[in-house]
């Protein structure tokens, strides 16, 4: 059974840093492409950053340049550091693992990201 669970949220005024850690059990991790999305509230959700087990990284245009994905199949954790928060930012994060092949995606549960001074 694959269990996805995430931690890390908070409150941070504008401008401050968090960083959310992402770990995974019951899966081969390197057959999977590992991520993040946010949803906000009365939006949908939408992908903010992607890793392959290769390397190759994806962000969403609004994120680039502040926020960055990092993987670690050793340990199966994908983290993801974000800097320069703006209340735009504010949402719950989850991590996915979407598969290389044919399968499942497998999602978190969530961590709540508020940003408000």
């Known amino acids: 059974q694959v269990r996805v669970v995430e931690n890390g949220g908070g409150l941070v005024q504008p401008g401050g840093s968090l960083r959310l850690s992402c770990v995974v059990s019951?899966?081969?991790?390197?057959?999977?492409?590992t991520g993040w999305y946010r949803r906000a509230p009365g939006s949908q959700r939408e992908m903010v950053a992607a890793?392959?087990?290769?390397?190759?990284?994806h962000y969403a245009d609004s994120v680039k340049g502040r926020f960055t994905i990092f993987r670690d199949d050793a340990k199966n954790m994908v983290d993801l550091q974000m800097s320069d928060l703006k209340p735009d930012d504010t949402a719950t994060y989850f991590c996915?693992?979407?598969?290389?092949?044919?399968?499942?995606?497998?999602w978190g549960q969530g961590t709540q990201v508020t940003v408000s001074s």
């Open positions: 019951g899966s081969i991790f390197n057959m999977y492409i």
């Open positions: 996915n693992l979407h598969p290389v092949n044919i399968g499942p995606d497998y």
């Open positions: 890793v392959t087990s290769d390397g190759t990284t």
